[in-house]
């Protein structure tokens, strides 16, 4: 019988976030790139769109259940003025930090560029004003960063009232189908659910899924795959409750397959690169609108058309994913820590001298 030791537990953690963040990855190569040019015809294009569509309630979720699942000592074990740093001062900065560096890269490519490439779903602020309103709002492609700050504050300052927060939380999520137009103000509202329960529910998750269960995989793939096509017919998402329910039951799943992975494979290479998703993050779009000024203006037919959209973005994904890798390893020295880390005064101090 295969161990489970503690190391084990870090690998499932690691090679779920790793997928979870290559999985973003794809989601924008293929609807940011492939998506916006002469390849949305192609057999190869629509694949990909039917697959990672599919994927969408457990991509965002389980990076989120993850992140809740990570947080849960500083929630219950740390002061505020231990957690105020790394949890919130951190990812505000970043946030706002990254955001501004993909306006002004964005800004660029309008100005000298393919204005076409940037997405429709995250317009450019055209003042300083609505950069200031689409920071607040969350209307950001980093809105990820955002949410964690939110969601851990109101995880600490509620951690005595768990079940209450998860029911509000729960709530919440079950009615964002009436704002399915406004993505922005639903990611943050029905993601908040994954990460409660990954933080309140980290002692279950430990209890229940520290090793694969057959049955209880199979039951929970049921669950989330046979009523897909259905909900999909008749637009049921919106319903309260149904994204919900299915969403539960494909991280489950999904949780339970990576420890069944993670205890046979070795996932070295993924756990490494789930041991990595903040610089991926926070630096994939700056090579997605790269790469789109790029493949966008193509006129290929037959073949090579069908070729391109195939493997393109499953192999764009893997080289954004190593140029953030490799970029994050020369920026991140001396004062480039700073682009990845909230900066203190004695950090500041240090480096400039």
């Given at each position: 019988m295969p161990t489970h030791s503690r190391s084990k537990r870090i690998d499932w953690v690691d090679a779920a976030k790793g997928t979870c963040i290559l999985l973003v990855v794809l989601y924008?190569?293929?609807f940011f790139i492939f998506g916006a040019g002469a390849l949305?015809?192609?057999?190869?294009?629509k694949i990909w769109v039917v697959g990672v569509t599919a994927l969408t309630p457990l991509r965002m979720p389980l990076f989120f259940m993850i992140s809740g699942f990570l947080a849960y000592s500083s929630v219950f074990s740390r002061s505020w003025q231990q957690t105020f740093r790394p949890r919130i001062a951190t990812m505000l900065w970043l946030y706002l930090l990254w955001m501004a560096a993909y306006w002004g890269f964005g800004n660029l490519i309008s100005e000298y560029g393919n204005p076409a490439v940037i997405p429709d779903s995250d317009?450019?602020?055209t003042t300083i004003s609505g950069f200031i309103w689409k920071a607040f709002s969350g209307s950001s492609g980093l809105w990820y960063l955002y949410a964690l700050a939110i969601y851990f504050v109101i995880c600490k300052a509620l951690r005595e009232m768990a079940i209450p927060t998860l029911i509000a939380f729960a709530l919440a999520e079950a009615f964002t189908g009436i704002m399915k137009d406004v993505w922005h103000a639903s990611s943050l509202i029905e993601?908040?659910?994954f990460f409660a329960f990954g933080c309140f529910g980290r002692n279950f998750i430990m209890r229940h899924f520290s090793e694969f269960h057959a049955k209880r995989f199979f039951l929970l793939a049921i669950v989330a795959v046979v009523p897909m096509p259905i909900v999909a017919k008749y637009d049921l998402l919106t319903v309260p409750g149904v994204k919900l329910l299915l969403a539960f039951a494909i991280v489950f799943a999904a949780i339970d397959l990576f420890a069944l992975l993670t205890t046979?494979?070795?996932l070295r290479l993924l756990c490494a690169v789930g041991r990595q998703t903040l610089p991926i993050y926070v630096m994939h779009m700056f090579f997605v609108l790269t790469s789109a000024l790029i493949i966008i203006p193509l006129e290929l037919e037959g073949v090579a058309?069908?070729?391109?959209?195939?493997i393109g973005p499953p192999l764009l994904?893997?080289?954004n994913a190593i140029l953030c890798l490799a970029l994050h390893a020369l920026l991140n020295r001396r004062l480039g820590k700073a682009l990845f880390t909230f900066p203190s005064r004695s950090f500041l101090f240090r480096t400039a001298y």
């Open positions: 924008h190569t293929t949305t015809d192609t057999l190869g294009y317009p450019l602020p993601n908040g659910v046979y494979l070795n058309a069908e070729l391109l959209a195939f994904t893997l080289m």
